[in-house]
């Protein structure tokens, strides 16, 4: 992966981009367990698969999600939190 | 060629011994399996069959053995770490690496250098004050120095990198050396298999099977064996090996990449590193440059190499070493580093009865190699983590009591 495709800034070089890990759900904090807590701070998905990730468009400060293949690093589709687009 | 050497080659009487020789099949049940023939695996297998008498001991490797992170690395073994439990473990190692030539009867180039880490900010010789300080504690050379004794030992260095970073001071560890990686991993192979542990190639683990919370097979591409204990020791491989027995880790998968020179005569005697400019570069005993720098930003499976990196990287070797200009890269490659938040190691025993977890390796598991697998080989033989790697536990996360180390890493990844 070279390019990313920035919702607002369209095809942008990746050295614009900063990686912000998957996206998950929190879960509330009042609620859950220390263990589900200790769960959600520190286990992740490591495997390799196509996964909802964060992203940063750094020079715009923009944020969405990018859905893409850490075994072949190809990007399916990049989207603006809750503006997700249907397939 | 000439006849009589000719003749020499293919006499029987002169056989040449294969280093590591593979049987024929697998055996039907085996006491212990050890997933990831690269040092870590091959060197828990020989602790045991050593320390511990158990010779019944399959080890499996996907490629082949060192083809991993054993050979990608930069070949750097240090033990100026910063919390006190990291400092003994890694001491403990680099007293291993020191004897290990004569023990494994085979050489491996250990080479003592004497290990410069840079500070360019004072709040990096703040780090290297406290490293030295707890260093000294647990009774390990490190000390803080100034920039003469660093332009003293490297007058080659332009200690104000450039204008653009001037060098403060360091911390030296003189124990700082350099070894043949490969050699380390094949030397603990042919160790291994002279007492009796079977070792295979080429031979893929597809599944693993637990019953009642207990391992008791392993699926393989040779065939299935049935073992009550089993260790992952592959490095980038963990999620793909822990997904198999539903184990969560925090483990995630960054390229580290590295590269090396065309070879020069000896020039560069130590082992310097730089945080600030995302460094370290050594030479070889073959003349190259070996050279490393900061993890790739995001998560990845693969082993690419790219060109981002060895722009950034020569830019600022070329900061360090202007004279470099002319000299050219000859290699590059990149290994899949398995990072944890802490910058510490997951080793030990796991929820699931019988399965070992030695990883969480990222960009520091080579200098391990024999303490781990000497750790590894007491926790599969007693069922027990020894006290040295208490601080390393996988359970350290949900307890919230982290070790943490990214401030001995070697740059700022």
Redo the contacts between chains.
Sequence with gaps: MKLLDCPINGTRPI?EF??G??FRTMPDPGQCS??AW??Y????????GV?M?WWLHSPSGTWFIAERN????EVLRSFLPGKEVAE | MPHRLLRFAFSKEHKEPAFFEQPACLKPSYDAVIIGGGGHGLAAAYYLAKDHGMTNIAVLEKGYLGGGNTGRNTTIVRSNYLTPEGVKFYDASVKLFQDLSEDLDINLFYSERGHFTLAHTESAMRTMRWRAEVNKHVGVESCVVGHEEITKACPQLDISCSGKAPIIGALYHAPGSIVRHDAVAWGYARGAKNLGVDIFQSTEVNGIDVKANKVVGVQTSRGYIATNQVLSAVAGF???I??MVDL??????QPLQACVTEPMKPWLDHILVSGSLHVYVSQSSRGELVMGAALD??????T?SSL?FVEGLSSHILDMFPFLSNVKIVRQWAGMA?MT?DFAPIMGKTPIEGFYLDAGWGTWGFKATPISGKSMAATIANDRAPDLIHSFRLSR????ELTGEKGAASVGH
């Design positions: 050295s900063v990686f890990g998957e220390d263990k200790a769960d701070v520190y286990n992740r998905n490591g495997a390799p996964k990730e850490t075994l072949t690093d | 963990t999620p793909r822990c997904k969560p880790t925090p483990i995630i998968i930003p995001y998560e990845m499976h693969s690419r981002e398995d938040p996360f949900e307890e919230f």
